[in-house]
């Protein structure tokens, strides 16, 4: 059983940034991959990034690529997702989860754990 609590979302401005972290409790191992996701009221939780436990494997959206990192601390574990040029598009619930399944994980079915949500605002 793994758990998982976001912490870091807010309201930010257009162009600024706002590190989101997801502390992990429980059994990691190094096989597991770990992805965020974000939801805006109405529409399908939207696939952002994903790393996997042993820290290769690393992809994104392409709506994020280039602005959003992913990035995780085995010692502590903790995932974390930095984002940079913010744009209003980016307002919605970000969640990081979980998966026990190995490969490309970019489906919100090939997740086994999710955290409970953190919002993000970016005001234009």
């Known amino acids: 059983q793994v758990q998982l609590a976001e912490s870091g979302g807010g309201l930010v401005q257009a162009g600024g940034s706002l590190r989101l972290s997801c502390a992990a409790s429980?059994?990691?191992?190094?096989?597991?991959?770990m992805g965020w996701f974000r939801q805006v009221p109405g529409k399908e939780r939207e696939f952002v990034a994903f790393i996997r436990w042993s820290g290769g494997n690393i992809y994104y959206a392409d709506s994020v690529k280039g602005r959003f990192t992913i990035s995780r601390d085995n010692a502590k574990n903790m995932v974390y997702l930095q984002m940079n040029s913010l744009k209003p598009e980016d307002t919605a619930t970000y969640f990081c989860?979980?998966?026990?399944?190995?490969?490309?994980?970019?489906?919100?079915?090939?997740?086994?754990?999710w955290g409970q949500g953190t919002q993000v605002t970016v005001s234009s």
């Open positions: 989860a979980v998966t026990r399944g190995l490969g490309y994980a970019t489906k919100r079915s090939q997740y086994d754990y």
């Open positions: 429980g059994r990691l191992f190094s096989s597991y991959g």
